[in-house]
Every structure is written in structure tokens, then in C-alpha cells.
């Protein structure tokens, strides 16, 4: 595989390793290139890795490009990966079948390098725009972090990703503590500033690109922290609400403090089959409504299920 950070992901899928190499060599200038020989290698590699495309063979011994891409289908972390077939068959009909399965496109062998070029250069650019599309779509519009629908959606694919590595997953619930009274107080443009000022520290406090905060609803947000067990998410938490209090952002309308504070909760699971991920949810919220009975501006924080 190549390196470079930032340039896209394409996982080659062939049985023949004079393909991968010139497919390799055609591609490693402008992207980060990964390969696999067989199908079930393909599929573990594009699950690591989530390649931005595919570039698959059909014709492979054991199980062959079309129940490869079919399996990918049925994946919910692969399904929406495009995959381009490569095929030495010139019948019309295979490539119809492989379209009509939701191919982006196909090549033919032997290989035209400037064809190859141009053809993976056209599907990376149709993704960037469609990943584009979607990150406008999943934005709040008030703070700019992540707004609900993008956290359920991550959630979702964090919790299978967890099942099948066997990780742990941590959330925070966070909200911010009287603030219908700052509002009250203050006006609403004060308090539209106060939450983008807490949600900007919030994702500053956050430090990989894996972890994701979003707005779940009026003052609260939540964290969702992959592979992190209780001790890591418990320490993000306690930093979080720190930042938060030094920002001195003056309340004079709380009963816990004469700045703004949060209350948080924390949950972490070790996610199986047969448990469902609103759990996380309802066990995160329930410490953060025990922080807020029991004091406001603080920490509380709990285990669900036992390591795999």
C-alpha cells in the first residue's frame, strides 16, 4: 500500500498479482492503494480499512466478484463503499450484470492505464461531492457540530463495528445546567452564543478524529467515544467539563455556579449481538440526570454488559 494521509482509499481485488501491480503503479501517485487476492480477504481489508472505492475482479476462484460485491451489499459498514468490476469478458451481458447489481462502472482487461486513470479519477470526485452533500446534511445549523441525525447514523455504525472487533464504546451525554434560565436572562442571541462557544470547547477538548460530538437537542450534546473504555471516557468527561467552567462565561441565574457549567454523564459498553445501542443511550442518560438531582456540575459515570 501507499502512504499519504488525506488522499483517498482504493482497495484492488484480484487473483492475479500482475494486475494488482499494474493497477498499483497506474494509481499510487494520487491515491492510497490497498489489495487483496481473495474474496474473503477482500471483504475483512475494505471492513479495516473503509476504502472510498473498489476495484473488483469477477472472475476468482472460491467466491468471485459478484458475491463479493453481494456480501458487501448486505454489510451495512461496506454497502455504500462504489466498486468498479474488472473483467476479461467482453460479453455485454456481464457487464449489464454487474451494473444492474449497483456497480458505479467496469473495466475490462488487458488494462488501458489512461482509462483506469480517468475512470477512478471520475468515481473518487462523484464521492467527494456525495460526502460533501452528506456532511452539509448532518450538520447543526446553529453550533456546527454534528447534529442528531449524524449521531444516530454514527452510533449505528460504531455499535456493529464494536460487535465484530469486540471494542468498547463510550457516551457522554452533556447539558448545559440552567439554561432556560440564561436564556431568561440573558436573551436568546446570548444564549445562541453561549451554546456555540460550549460546543467549539467541546470538540476542542476531543482530540481524535474518530470521536464525535454532535447537538442532540436544545443544551444537551453527546460524545460518542469508539474504543475507549471507562477510565479514557471518564478522563475526557472530567477535562470537558474543566474547559467549560474556565471559560468564565458569567450566569449569575445558576444554583450551582456564577458561570456556566455542565453536567455529564458517561456510559461504556462492550457491545454483543443480542444488545441494542439505545442502551448506551438510556444508561449515558441516566447519569447525566443523576449529576444534574444530585448537585449539577459534575461527573457520574457507569459500565453496561462485561468485556467479550
Known sequence: MTEGVGKARILIVDDMPQNIRLLHDTLRDDYRTFFATNGEEALRTAAEVSPDLVLLDIMMPEMDGYEVFRRMKEDPLLKDIP???????EQEEHETTGLQMGAVDYLTKPFNPSL??????????LKVQRDMLAELANLDGLTGVKNRR??????????LRAVRY?????????????????NDHYGHVAGDDCLKTVAITMVKTIERPSDLLARYGGEEFACLLPETASDGALRVAHRMRENIVSLNIPHAYSDVSDVVTVSIGVATAFPCREMPPELLIKTADDQLYDAKRTGRNRVLGTEVGLPQ
Open 150 to 159: 449524524a449521531f444516530d447514523e454514527y452510533l449505528r455504525r460504531e455499535w
Open 116 to 125: 483506469i486513470t480517468l475512470r477512478v479519477k471520475n468515481q473518487i470526485e
Open 83 to 89: 466498486v468498479i468490476f474488472l473483467t476479461a469478458m
Open 166 to 182: 469486540r471494542h468498547p464504546v463510550s457516551l457522554l451525554m452533556i447539558d448545559i445546567d440552567n439554561f432556560k434560565c440564561f
